[in-house]
């Protein structure tokens, strides 16, 4: 199996976290977005959507990290994605609130906006108004993590044990330490965010990420 990644990408990082945790025997091969690799073949022949990452199985072809999770999860009998119906349609459902909700106006209209230029808005007033709502929606659904996924004493996102749905939310979550995010509002989020920082490859596949975040010192978000 071949991981087309790059290691200071958000939904790059739980599956290759979850590669390194699961000890899954994957080849690694840079994407490198910052010179625009991805906008060119022989990666747009790979990817139309000119994303990472992007996972080869044989002739298998996944392109959604949230996919990726899964399909690594059940194809090595793993039980991070349960094999009982309710039990996987619970870690679907977290998934799918995810992307669905959380990751739109989390990332797309609060924090990327911010970090990346391609992202800015074409006007200041369109700018401005983009990032106040993805700051106060975003607030909204933290407070859903906080109290509907998180806010019965859960250890997990659907119970005591870990599960794909843990390691694809954990590495959205984190990117509000770009923008300074207070996590102190959301205990259960904080916590939560905590555990799953402590894994043991949480470092080593963060590096980069966190070598970034250390370079916006200093700059003002709204957060």
């Not at 091969?29 to 625009?36: E, S």
Request: hydrophobic share 40%.
């Amino acid at each position: 199996m071949k991981l087309y990644m790059h290691p200071a990408s958000i939904t790059s990082r739980p599956v290759r976290l979850f590669i390194a945790e699961k000890g899954l025997a994957v080849d690694e091969q840079i994407v490198d977005l910052f010179t625009g690799e991805h906008h060119q073949e022989p990666f747009l022949a790979i990817n139309q959507s000119r994303l990472v990452p992007v996972l080869e199985d044989g002739d298998v072809r996944l392109t959604e990290s949230a996919t990726i999770l899964r399909y690594l999860a059940e194809k090595n009998g793993l039980a991070e994605y349960p094999t009982d119906l309710v039990a996987k349609a619970k870690v679907n459902e977290v998934m799918d609130w995810v992307n669905s909700n959380f990751y739109r106006d989390w990332g797309y209209n609060l924090c990327y906006p911010q970090l990346f230029p391609h992202h800015k808005r074409p006007t200041d007033e369109g700018h401005r108004v983009a990032v106040e709502w993805g700051r106060d929606k975003s607030h909204f659904w933290m407070q859903v993590l906080n109290d509907k996924w998180l806010g019965d004493g859960r250890t997990y996102l659907t119970g005591s044990e870990i599960t794909v749905a843990d390691y694809f939310t954990a590495s959205i979550v984190a990117l509000g330490h770009a923008i300074r995010f207070d996590f102190s509002a959301y205990p259960n989020v904080e916590a939560w965010l905590g555990r799953m920082k402590a894994l043991p490859h949480w470092a080593a596949v963060s590096e980069q990420l966190e070598g970034f975040n250390a370079s916006l010192e200093g700059q003002k978000f709204v957060a």
